[in-house]
Structures are given as structure tokens and as C-alpha cells.
């Protein structure tokens, strides 16, 4: 495939990201950020950000198998999804986090057994999203070009 | 009404209020004045305690009735009794004057008795034979019965001896008799025969006076005494009459008045009677006097105590008033009386009783109105208690609106940050000048939006009183730039002409709050573009002082000349009732103060009259279908006369359906030249600053037939530092530029004068460049049509540059250095500004990061190493207390609020304590100085980081000692501004 193919095909792909809003401006933001002295910026943080999630979505999943449940902390591990997910951009999950808090509120199971259901989907299609986006970007480099702005 | 009546004759005391009427009265008096006085007390400390005490109101009232009713008893019986003395005085008087005359005519007729005793002892006894026989007598006592009125008849009987009866008899020729029998007298020790005799009495001529019981005793007694003796009254014999019989003793010779019995006895001669009748006696008497009727008298002999004798009047028991009086009939062995009484019962005391009533039907009357205003406050009270139930109901439900609000103001002010933040990155992008407008337009736009959203969290503070104005000093023309830049658009799409004129005496700086002015202004003007169809909007600032000097602005106001040639209304009137105009001395008394008075003036549909009182109350407006075909809250002109109340000034406007209205206000704002203190300088896009020197000293002119219009036009030109002619025509234009003394810029053609005759404005063209003066000047049309305002457009036959209005510095200078062909290309972009202070700001500098989540750390860290600063982080408020111990090398830090273990502001609240520790403790000499890198006060700048930005997280940042907060995401701006704050 020709680079600028592979170009294209990222830009693309990106779009697609924003138009169905999987991604908000804030990930362009976080792209700004990234320069020379700090080639790998993004990778590097979407990458704790997947770390950060999964440990929080294991965490979640275990409180609530519980038979009691403590929703104070969960709601504080929720609000931290919230806010990761916020820094990077991942506005889907971020909206669902949202709802999860709510029902922490509420202290209602049900209500957060689905919320963490979606989540974990949102959050498993953000990741392959966002792994396939790299590995493009990884693969333009490969062949010696440079990302589109 | 009757049982009160035959109650009060009942009573047992009426007879014991009699003589302390006088006392009881002032007692009422007292009782009533206490009384009322404690009712006044109660009904204070009703209202102040509002706990009613129903019942002691009823108890007052039941004692209040009571109470009245025994007073009115009482004065009925005081009333009733004074009437019943003076009955008895009545009739004591009458009594006595009756019983003083009885008595004087008895002492009348006894009086001649006696002397006809002495006669009778003179003429009888005294002459020898005797001058009197019985003839002689009966005719000289007929002759003086007049004298006499009181007796029937007189007689005159002689003391005869046993001795001396026969020759006695022999001498008179009858022998004695006995009384009652006339049988021939027995033989006595003496007798008294009767020898004289009055005819009306001649039967008892020749009877022995001593041979009757009671007679005989009354002989006795008179010539003991010496004195007139009464017999007890009996049926006289012919009139079956009451009558008494008087004696007289007659004595042979003078007796001296200290005689003894026995002597008088030896002495007499005979014994003179008389005959009383009473009955008759005291009818006559009663005859002569008046009122006869209205008394009944009674006459008794009372010498015997216990069987007193009727002499007179009928027994007639009555046990009414009875009056007594004593009678001196002369007889010292005998007493009689006279006892009077009234002949009717006594008439009912009208007097007191309507009295007493009347007194009772007050006193009612007043219960009644107590119990009612009682009865009415407790109702009041009711009331009030259900309203202000009510009202913490109402207050509850603002209470949960505002709530509601400023969670969806909250919610929408995220994704508008989002829209300010790709607006802020979009100017840092390379743009002409026509797209760094329209960023900046939009981006103020977007603001405008954001500050709406804290209008309505506004509304909830100016409710509560909890705004307070900033003193800042700011350029008001700026301020109004911006206001004019954010309505072009708008005003632009509708076709409307936006002016702003600012009067050159208005000062350049002012000090004031210029967020709020700008809201107010933006109010005003937003409301105006919103009803404005066609025609202008014009925004005019003056000082006070010029207004109410000059005539200058009242003449422009004559309907015709206007900004766009469309009537308006009178914006004199507007200003009618504003108190600064009505003072003497308008000029605030502080010579720094600056008194503005702005003017917002449009052609819109107007506000109709009956809608007019309520135009300032919040959430109302014209009619509900307006803010369905309008928009917008209907809150921002109640905020804006809170604001201007604020700010020492007035709002006060003027409408005319159809024609516009012009809204008024004045505010005071300090002078920032004669102020010596401090004031931190706000930030603003000061474009007209940037710009204005490259056109400095160069001479324009203004071709336009509408004052106000070419007014507005001037005053813009002006500020670029050009000098500006107005002309109204073709001709006079071109012999100012022909005239050639110093050379003509610019000539700026209104557009309606272009479009009016296009034949002379080429012809006007073609002559400038004829002009041999170096340069011809360059042409540009004012122009208010957005189609034109894109660049240069060809009008007719030549190329023209089009200056768009609004007029404002920004544009103004950008479409001239266009035209011009000057400088556009070495001016500093606005935009970089931000971004490359921020760089210059933080290079360099040490900041630390505190957040739980890793990611959000990870991208802030990035941005602000972007911006060359020092970064470090901390996921824990622990570790930040650790790092910030003092001494280190931190400049900053930004800490997260919500984290696990230890939050923001706690971490915030021991740093600054441990700040404080160790600063008292160098200040006190414990520890050294050197030892903390030679600062002696420790005050690391702490910022809040916050996804939340609403009031109450901001004051409790500074409550817990934080410098200030910033927006996670960061956001250029804002964090300059917080930044610069610390890092100069």
C-alpha cells in the first residue's frame, strides 16, 4: 500500500472517530501536545489511560459481585474513569460514566450492573479504535512518512 | 331590656351608694382609664409575642361586660337615690310649713282666749255688779269669732264653792247640772258651772264643768299651771266632729310667775274654754296652701306614746315616705304631731334608668369592637401564618429553580468551553484580518453565551445581595467595541445600522466594573436588535453634566434627524424622572467621580403602554408569544436595573409603539487619573491601542448629509488619531480638497449618498484623480449592507474599499490599512498573544501537579510542559503536603479536588498551616533563614484544578487558602490570566 494511501486512510479514519463521537476535541488536544521533545505523547498516555481502565473496570466488577455493595467507592472509581476518559477525549465513555455515577448516586445494583456492561463494551470498541488508529500511524512511520495534522 | 330593670330595684346596696356617689365615680373614671391602659399594653404585647392568648382575651372581655354592667347597676342606684332624697326633702319642707302654720294659728286663736280670760277677770270679776252677763257676752265673743278662726264656740265657767251654790243658784236662777245627764248637780266641794257661752255653744250654759271626766281634769290642770290646757280630742257633741277643748284658768288677782300651785288654786276665779275643731281647723289650713293634692296629712295626739289618737285625716295606711313634724301647742302636758306623706307612689326614675342603660349599650358596644378587632387579628395572624407558610413554600420552589439552573447553566458551560477552546487554538492559526474578525466575533458571541448563563446565576445573587461590583480599570470604548462587534452580525442579517457614539469629555480610563457595565449595555442592546426590524440602534455616552448643559443634544432629538432617518423617541423623556436631574447640583460631590449617562436609542415595534410598568420585573415579558418568536429569559432588564442601582445610577426609558424606544441609564464610575490607588488593569483586546498610531496626523473627510450619522462616523475616525471634516454634498467636497492647504487622506462616502446619484459620484472620482497633489486620497464607502462588506467591490465604474458598520476602532483600522495598504502584514496577530506569554510566563518554572488519575495528570503535565515548564507530579495530596515542604524549588501547583484519602482543600489547608508554622517560627528567630533558601514567607501559589467551575467550588478554593483555580482541561486564557497573577 502507498503511503499516501496509508495517509489518507488515517485521516480517515480518524474523521470516522470524531463523526461518530467516539472521540471529542479533546483528544486533538492532547495531540497538540505532542512535539518533538515528546514524540510518543499520546501513545503514552492513551496507553495508561488502558491501563488505568481495566484496573478500574476489574475493580468495579468485583465490588459488584459483592453482596454488599459500597457504592461511595465506587462512585469515586467511576468519577476517576470519568475523568480519565474526559483527558483523553473518550467522550462515549465518559457520557456513560455520567449515567454510572447516577445510579451510584441511586445506589441502585441493576442500574450499575448495565452501566458497567456498556462501559466495558464503549470502552473495548474505544480500545481496538484506538489501538487500530496506532498501529496505522505506526506503520506510516514504518514506511517513512510523517502523520497528517 | 325588663330584667335588668327589676333587677336593679332589687338591688341591696342602692341605698348605700347615696353619699359616696363622688368617690364612685372618679373610682370609675380610674377603673376605665386602668382598664383601657391594659388593653392597650395586651393588645402591644399581643403583637409583639404573636402568641395569642385567646382565652385571656375572652376573660377580659366577659370582666369588661361584667364589670359595666355593675357599674351601670350602681349609678342607677346613686341616680334613683338621689332622686329619693330629694323627695324626702320635698316633703320634710312641706310638712314643716304645714305644722309651723297650724301651730301659728292655734297660738293665734289660744293668744285670744287669754286675753279674753283677762277680760272676763277685768270686766266680770273685777267690776262690782258685773259688766258681762250672758247676753253681752254671747254678742262681743259672736263679734271676735273672726279672731278666732280655730275655735267653734267659747265659754266661760266660775269656780263656784259648795258654800256659795245656793246663793249662786238663786242668783242666776237655774241650778247646776251635770254634764251628759243635766240631772241637778250632786253635792261637791266646788263647782264649776258655765255661765257665759258663745251661742254656737249656749247649751252648755248652767253645766258643771267638773262633773265631766275629762273636763274637770283639764279645770284642774289649768289652774295649777296657769297655763292653756288641751283636752285629747273627742267627738264634739253637735258636729260629731274631731275637736279639743282649751282652758284658761282666770285668776282673781295678778299672780306672780313664780306662784305655787296652791296659790294659783286659791286664786281662781273661773275657767275660760274653747272649743278647737281640728278636723275643720287643719282642712282650711291645707285649703289655703298649695300643692294640696300631692300630700296626704295625718294630725296625732301623741301624749301617749303608745296609743297615739287620730285628730285628723284618714288612716289610710301607706308605707312609703312618711315625714314627721313636731306641734307646740302651748299645753306642755300634751304632744301632738304631724305626720305628711306623699299621696301618689313615686314615679319611676326615667333619668337613671336611661342613664344607666345607655352607659351599659357603650360599654357593650366597645366589648363588641373588641371582640371583633380580637377576633380580626387572630384571623390576620391566621393568615399571615398561612402565607408565610405560603412563602417558604414559593421560596423553596426558587430555591429548587435556581438549583435547577445552575446545574444546566453547569452542564451547558462544559461543551461551551469546549467551543471558546477550538476558537482560541482557531486564532492561533494563521488568518487575515476579515477571518480574525469573524473568529473574534464568534468568539465573543460564544462568551456573550457563557456570560448569559452566569446572568441567570446572576439573577439568583442579586436576589440575594450577595453581588458586588469589581474596581478595575477599564476603557470603556473598548468595552463598547466589543458589545458592538458581538450585535454586528445580527445586525448585520437584519439590516439595521448599529452605532456607537461616545462624547469626547468622557474620560478614557474609568474605573468601575466593566463586566457589568458590558452586561448592562448588552441588555439593552440585545433586547433592542431583537425588536429592531429596520432603522437603527443607536447607544450614545455622555457625562451627566454635558446632557444637562448642553442644548446641543436636545436639538438633535427632532424626529427627522435621526441616525437613520426613522423617527424615535424622545430619549428626553427617558431621563424625566431620574433624581440626579432633578438635583440642584447634579455633579456628584466627589470631584473623581465620573457620572455617565448612556442612551440606548432603536427604531424598534416599541413596548406597548399597558406593558410598560412592569418592563424591570424579572421573568416577565410583553407577552408570553415573544419569547417563542424572540427568545430569551426576560430577566436581563430586572438584572440590569439592579446592576445600575449598584452603580449609584438610575434606568428609566421611553416607548412609543411603532416608532422605538430608547432606554436611559446614568452610573458613576471613578476617574482613574486623580485615583492613587492601585488598581489591578484588566486584560482587554484593546485593538484600537494596537492600531492607532500608524494613522496618526492624517486628515479625512466625511461626506454625509445626516448630522447624527456623520457624528457617529467622526467620533470612530477620531479615534484612529485622524483628523476628520464633515461635508455634506459633492461639491463642497471637492472644494475642500482643491483647496489644497494640507493634503486629504481619505474621503469616506456614507452609502447613501453613493447610491443616491452614482453619476456624480464617478464624476466625483474622476476629478479626485485629476487632483495633482502627490497622492489623490484614497475613497472609501461606509457601508452598512453585509453583502458589500467583504472587500473591495466595484460600484459603478472604479474600485471602492468598503468599510462595513458597525463602525468600531478594530474594523475600522483594519478595512483603512487595507485601502491603505499599510502595515497589515507586521501586525502582531491578537490571538498568539495568549498562547506565547503563556510560554514566556512558565518557561522554566518548577510546577507541581497533584491528581489521583493518572491520565488527567499525564495530559496536564503535557500541556504545560508545552508551554516550557518544570513539570512534577503527584497522584496523592500526601506526597504533594511532602514535596511542598518547605524549602523546594516549586513555583506552583495545581492540585486536583476530588481525590481519595486526602482532597484538594485539605491538602491545601495543611500546607498552608505548615506554610504559616514554619514563617511564624523564622519571624520569631527559631529556625534560620538560611537554612529556607533565604525566604522568610512561605506562600507557594496553589491552584485549584476542577472540572466544576461554579461559584461555591471558587469560594471555597479561597476559603482553604488556594491563590485561585483553573478549568481542567486547561484553557489558554484562563490560565494565563490565573498564571499571570503570580509569575511578573
Request: overall charge negative; charged content about 25%; aromatic content about 8%.
Amino acid at each position: 500500500m502507498g503511503l499516501v494511501q496509508l495517509q489518507r486512510q488515517l485521516v480517515d479514519y480518524r474523521t470516522s472517530l470524531y463523526d461518530e463521537g467516539f472521540l471529542d476535541e479533546q483528544f486533538t488536544q492532547l495531540q497538540e501536545l505532542q512535539d518533538e521533545n515528546n514524540p510518543d505523547f499520546v501513545v503514552e498516555v492513551v496507553s495508561l489511560f488502558f491501563e488505568d481502565s481495566e484496573r478500574l473496570l476489574n475493580e468495579l466488577s468485583k465490588a459488584l459481585e459483592q453482596q454488599i455493595i459500597d457504592f461511595k467507592r465506587m462512585d469515586a472509581r467511576v468519577h476517576q474513569l470519568k475523568g480519565s476518559s474526559s483527558s483523553i477525549g473518550a467522550q462515549r465513555v465518559r457520557q456513560l460514566c455520567i449515567v454510572f455515577r447516577n445510579y451510584c448516586e441511586a445506589q441502585n445494583r441493576e442500574g450499575c450492573q448495565k452501566c458497567l456492561q456498556q462501559v466495558k463494551h464503549e470502552y473495548s470498541i474505544v480500545k481496538t479504535k484506538l489501538e487500530s488508529m496506532f498501529q496505522l500511524e505506526q506503520q506510516i512511520l514504518n514506511a517513512g512518512g510523517s502523520i497528517p495534522v | 331590656m325588663n330584667w335588668f330593670i327589676n333587677g336593679e330595684f332589687k338591688d341591696p346596696k342602692a341605698g348605700l351608694l347615696g353619699d359616696s356617689g363622688d368617690k364612685m365615680w372618679f373610682k370609675c373614671w380610674d377603673e376605665i382609664s386602668n382598664l383601657s391602659f391594659k388593653i392597650h399594653h395586651q393588645y402591644y404585647q399581643f403583637i409583639g409575642s404573636k402568641k395569642v392568648c385567646k382565652s385571656w382575651w375572652r376573660k377580659l372581655l366577659f370582666s369588661w361586660i361584667i364589670g359595666w354592667t355593675l357599674a351601670s347597676v350602681s349609678i342607677f342606684c346613686y341616680m334613683s337615690s338621689l332622686a329619693t332624697e330629694k323627695r324626702k326633702e320635698t316633703l320634710s319642707s312641706m310638712c314643716d310649713e304645714r305644722a309651723r302654720m297650724l301651730q301659728d294659728q292655734f297660738n293665734v286663736s289660744m293668744n285670744h282666749i287669754q286675753a279674753m280670760s283677762i277680760l272676763i277677770s277685768t270686766f266680770h270679776h273685777g267690776k262690782t255688779p258685773s259688766a258681762i252677763d250672758q247676753e253681752t257676752f254671747a254678742r262681743y265673743t259672736e263679734q271676735t269669732a273672726f279672731e278666732r278662726p280655730l275655735t267653734s264656740g267659747v265659754a266661760y265657767a266660775v269656780r263656784v264653792l259648795h258654800s256659795e251654790r245656793e246663793q249662786f243658784e238663786r242668783q242666776q236662777g237655774w241650778t247646776i247640772k251635770r254634764m251628759y245627764t243635766l240631772e241637778p248637780s250632786r253635792i261637791q266641794e266646788e263647782y264649776a258651772p258655765v255661765i257665759f257661752a258663745q251661742d254656737i255653744v249656749s247649751h252648755v250654759v248652767s253645766l258643771d264643768m267638773l262633773s265631766g271626766k275629762e273636763d274637770r281634769e283639764n279645770v284642774l290642770i289649768a289652774r295649777r299651771s296657769g297655763k292653756g290646757v288641751l283636752t285629747a280630742p273627742f267627738r264634739l257633741l253637735k258636729t260629731n266632729r274631731l275637736g279639743v277643748i282649751l282652758t284658761f284658768a282666770v285668776y282673781k288677782r295678778d299672780l306672780p310667775s313664780n306662784a305655787t300651785p296652791n296659790e294659783r288654786i286659791q286664786a281662781t276665779d273661773g275657767y275660760l274654754g274653747g272649743v278647737f275643731d281640728i278636723e275643720s281647723l287643719v282642712e282650711k289650713l291645707l285649703h289655703q296652701l298649695s300643692s294640696k293634692q300631692t300630700i296626704l296629712v295625718n294630725v296625732f295626739d301623741t301624749s301617749n306614746q303608745s296609743y297615739p289618737i287620730s285628730m285628723y285625716g284618714s288612716n289610710a295606711s301607706n308605707d312609703g315616705l312618711e315625714h314627721v313634724s313636731h306641734l307646740n301647742f302651748g299645753d306642755p302636758f300634751r304632744k301632738h304631731e304631724m305626720r305628711c306623706r306623699f299621696k301618689q307612689k313615686p314615679p319611676w326614675p326615667w333619668v337613671a334608668i336611661t342613664t344607666s342603660i345607655f352607659i351599659l349599650v357603650i360599654a357593650l358596644l366597645v366589648g363588641h369592637i373588641f371582640h371583633a378587632t380580637v377576633n380580626r387579628i387572630a384571623k390576620v395572624e391566621d393568615d399571615c401564618h398561612k402565607m408565610m407558610e405560603l412563602k417558604k413554600q414559593a421560596e423553596a420552589a426558587d430555591i429548587a429553580k435556581s438549583q435547577f439552573l445552575a446545574t444546566v447553566s453547569h452542564e451547558i458551560r462544559t461543551p461551551m468551553n469546549g467551543v471558546l477552546g477550538m476558537l482560541d487554538m482557531l486564532m492561533d492559526t494563521n488568518l487575515d484580518v476579515t477571518q480574525l474578525d469573524y473568529v473574534r466575533t464568534a468568539q465573543a458571541s460564544g462568551k456573550a453565551l457563557v456570560a448569559l448563563i452566569n446572568e441567570v446565576l446572576d439573577q439568583a445573587k442579586i436576589e440575594s445581595g450577595k453581588l458586588e461590583l469589581e474596581e478595575v480599570q477599564f476603557d470603556l470604548r473598548a468595552v463598547l467595541d466589543d458589545v458592538l462587534s458581538l450585535f454586528s452580525g445580527k445586525s448585520q442579517d437584519k439590516g439595521v445600522e448599529l452605532a456607537v457614539y461616545i462624547s469626547d469629555r468622557v474620560p478614557e480610563m474609568l474605573i468601575g466594573d466593566p463586566g457589568r457595565f458590558r452586561q448592562i449595555i448588552t441588555n439593552l442592546m440585545g433586547n433592542s436588535i431583537k425588536f429592531t426590524e429596520k432603522g437603527h440602534i443607536l447607544v450614545t455616552v455622555h457625562l451627566v453634566e454635558e446632557v444637562i448643559d448642553s442644548i446641543e443634544v436636545e436639538t438633535e432629538a427632532s424626529s427627522k434627524n435621526t441616525l437613520s432617518g426613522f423617527p424615535v423617541a424622545d430619549r428626553r423623556q427617558s431621563w424625566k424622572g431620574f433624581r440626579t436631574f432633578g438635583q440642584e447640583e447634579p455633579v456628584h460631590p466627589f470631584s473623581d467621580s465620573i457620572n455617565l449617562i448612556v442612551s440606548v436609542e432603536d427604531t424598534g415595534l416599541g413596548i406597548p403602554s399597558e406593558a410598560q410598568p412592569r418592563v424591570f420585573t424579572p421573568f416577565m415579558q410583553v407577552d408570553p408569544s415573544i419569547s417563542r418568536t424572540h427568545g430569551g429569559t426576560g430577566i436581563g432588564l430586572s438584572i440590569s436595573k439592579c446592576l445600575v442601582g449598584l452603580m449609584n445610577g438610575e434606568i428609566g426609558f421611553v416607548s412609543i409603539p411603532k416608532i422605538g424606544s430608547t432606554f436611559t441609564f446614568t452610573a458613576v464610575f471613578a476617574s482613574c487619573s486623580s485615583s492613587s490607588k492601585e488598581y489591578k488593569s484588566q486584560q482587554i483586546n484593546s485593538q484600537s491601542n494596537t492600531v492607532s498610531s500608524e494613522f496618526h496626523g492624517m486628515r479625512a473627510l466625511v461626506m454625509d448629509p445626516r448630522p447624527v450619522r456623520a457624528k457617529v462616523s467622526r467620533y470612530h475616525i477620531q479615534r484612529l488619531g485622524i483628523h476628520v471634516e464633515v461635508i455634506s454634498d459633492w461639491k463642497q467636497g471637492l472644494s475642500i480638497i482643491n483647496k489644497g492647504d494640507s493634503a486629504i487622506h481619505m474621503v469616506l462616502i456614507e452609502q447613501e449618498v453613493w447610491d443616491r446619484d452614482l453619476n456624480c459620484s464617478d464624476l466625483f472620482i474622476n476629478k479626485l484623480e485629476k487632483i495633482g497633489h502627490g497622492t489623490p486620497p484614497k475613497v472609501l464607502l461606509l457601508s452598512n449592507s453585509v453583502n458589500s462588506s467583504s472587500g473591495n467591490v466595484t460600484t459603478g465604474a472604479c474600485d471602492l474599499s468598503i468599510v462595513s458598520k458597525p463602525l468600531r476602532a478594530s474594523m475600522l483600522a483594519a478595512s483603512l490599512q487595507r485601502a491603505m495598504g499599510i502595515g497589515s502584514k507586521g501586525n502582531p496577530r491578537n490571538g498568539e498573544l495568549p498562547s506565547m506569554s503563556l510560554r514566556n510566563l512558565l518557561l522554566g518554572r518548577k510546577i507541581l501537579i497533584v491528581d489521583d488519575n493518572n491520565v488527567n495528570l499525564k495530559v496536564a503535565a503535557g500541556a504545560l510542559k508545552k508551554y516550557g515548564a518544570d513539570v512534577v507530579s503527584a497522584t496523592r495530596g500526601s506526597e504533594a503536603i511532602d514535596l511542598l515542604t518547605p524549602p523546594h524549588q516549586f513555583d506552583a501547583c495545581f492540585m486536583d479536588i476530588q481525590m481519595p484519602e486526602m482532597d484538594g482543600f485539605e491538602a491545601t489547608r495543611r500546607i498552608r498551616d505548615m506554610e504559616h508554622n514554619i514563617n511564624n517560627r523564622i519571624q520569631f528567630g527559631e529556625l534560620s533563614v538560611d537554612a529556607y533558601n533565604n525566604v522568610s514567607n512561605w506562600h507557594v501559589p496553589i491552584l485549584a484544578m476542577t472540572a466544576d467551575v461554579i461559584q461555591a467550588t471558587h469560594e471555597q478554593c479561597q476559603r482553604c487558602g488556594m491563590d485561585g483555580y483553573v478549568s481542567k482541561p486547561f484553557e489558554a486564557e484562563q490560565l494565563y490570566r490565573e498564571v499571570l497573577r503570580f509569575f511578573q
